[in-house]
């Protein structure tokens, strides 16, 4: 058996090492306890916190704002409480913490308290909405410039896109919840504004939050906005919803919203009106709900990751943006127009790409969509001096992903006889597992499903040679 001086040492080291704060007292409030990032969260040394009781340490706390000291008394855990306290030094600390009693025999010995330093996302956060909330003072009987694009910069020509954006410009008439899905870089928010600019809210606010970008304990407050006193260090401040008030508020990766949340904003667009945190006062709102999520909206259901509810309330219009893979007959148009507008962006003068560019471009799965794209060809141009844009210019990891995964090109095999046919496919498949393992068969016949010994037959049987081109 271990020695109790191992345990000691062995839970010191490692909570020594995690990210969060672990600060514990015994059960006259003195710290016992105090690690490395919690003496870095609060700006106190280890060696000083050590013997010091919770109200010594934070001069700003009190008997009943301490969670320590609470849990100490009450034996209830206290989970993810947002606070604002003034260190030893009177230095402002934004914290979220989680604190436990420590029980052994069921009597109280000590608590623990774990926290997360959120002080710089929360004024970055509060900096955010405040700069909204200015630009919503400033546009109040001009139009918004934060929703910039219109259905004239979306481009393509494909049925399935063509599709969409039908239903979306009979949607932009109303004031119904619209939800958008769609891969990334399909081009969800640039739907979303082309929506609003096209309705007739076109000339109120326009606001836009991804949903993953805040924390989940700091997202209510963004969104909802504060009371005075609703927490240490709150003040009296409007959310996202209420900036948005007669305009559209796009909420971005939706299912990152924490569940809880996800319930309020169901209430709200239900309701119609807001309740800041900590404040009893109702607030009639009048906004448009737009959100998007990057997977199927169903699947997201059924893996808890967005409430059914929810779901059925925002999904009043479904819009689903195609892949670009299932819509490459756009890709020479996309190819010219966003050339066109990079040039400009730029200061180029690139006239379009080669035809092995072109081919390229056509033949890659491109699983970053157009935002891919984009990024591709301003690379590309940035390497170019003028005229086209050559294989050299493309990013290395795009051409290794083509030598790769080769395509089975069909038009090569149709006019030959099946069996023929069906020799050079299975070659062409043969060749690209054996490329990906370095012809090792044995990982080769893995990932193609085959018995080792089938492999190699088909190998003599087909000729096929390492290094040698297919016939």
């Not at 003195?30 to 969260?41: D, G, K, L, P, V």
């Not at 699983?367 to 294989?391: F, H, K, V, W």
Request: charged share 25%; proline share 5%.
């Amino acid at each position: 058996m271990f020695e109790p001086d191992f345990w000691r040492e062995g839970f010191t080291g490692l909570l020594n090492h995690v990210n969060e704060g672990v600060h514990i007292a015994d059960r006259n409030g003195i710290t016992r306890f105090y690690n490395r990032s919690a003496a870095a969260i609060d700006g106190i040394e280890q060696t000083t916190a050590l013997g010091k009781h919770i109200l010594e340490m934070f001069p700003s706390l009190t008997e009943e704002t301490s969670t320590i000291l609470q849990v100490l008394r009450t034996g209830e855990k206290i989970l993810h409480r947002e606070q604002e306290i003034r260190n030893l030094y009177g230095v402002p600390v934004y914290l979220v913490t989680t604190t436990v009693p420590i029980k052994v025999n069921g009597k109280i010995l000590a608590a623990m308290d774990i926290s997360q330093n959120l002080t710089q996302v929360k004024a970055l956060a509060e900096k955010v909405v405040g700069l909204q909330a200015d630009l919503k003072a400033r546009n109040k009987h001009t139009r918004t410039e934060q929703a910039v694009y219109t259905f004239d910069s979306i481009y393509g020509e494909h049925p399935a896109l063509l599709d969409v954006l039908s239903k979306a410009r009979k949607a932009a008439r109303t004031n119904s919840p619209i939800l958008v899905s769609g891969e990334t870089g399909t081009g969800k928010e640039l739907l979303v504004q082309s929506i609003h600019n096209a309705g007739p809210r076109r000339q109120a606010p326009f606001i836009s939050q991804n949903c993953a970008a805040l924390p989940a304990t700091l997202m209510e407050s963004i969104l909802f906005g504060t009371a005075k006193g609703s927490f240490t260090g709150a003040e009296n401040r409007p959310g996202l919803v209420e900036l948005a008030d007669g305009g559209t508020l796009f909420l971005d990766e939706i299912t990152c919203l924490d569940r809880e949340l996800q319930a309020k904003l169901l209430r709200f667009i239900q309701e119609g009106s807001v309740r800041r945190l900590g404040e009893t006062r109702l607030r009639n709102v009048n906004v448009r709900i737009m959100a998007s999520t990057n997977i199927d909206p169903l699947q997201a259901v059924r893996e808890n990751r967005l409430r059914a509810d929810l779901y059925y309330r925002l999904n009043v219009v479904n819009l689903s943006l195609p892949a670009l893979r299932n819509r490459r007959s756009d890709i020479p148009l996309l190819i010219s127009r966003l050339i066109c507008d990079l040039n400009h962006k730029l200061g180029c003068q690139i006239s379009g790409v080669s035809p092995d560019v072109h081919e390229i471009c056509l033949r890659y799965p491109w699983p970053g969509n157009i935002r891919e794209l984009y990024c591709t060809l301003e690379g590309a141009m940035n390497l170019a001096d003028s005229g086209q844009l050559e294989i050299n210019h493309l990013p290395p990891y795009l051409l290794q992903k083509l030598v790769q995964n080769p395509p089975v090109n069909l038009k090569d095999v149709e006019n030959l006889p099946l069996q023929e046919a069906l020799s050079k496919v299975e070659e062409t498949l043969i060749r690209s597992a054996l490329g990906k393992s370095a012809w090792n068969i044995s990982r080769t016949a893995r990932i193609l499903g085959l018995p080792r010994q089938t492999l190699q037959y088909k190998i003599q049987s087909l000729r096929i040679e390492r290094d040698s081109p297919p016939d």
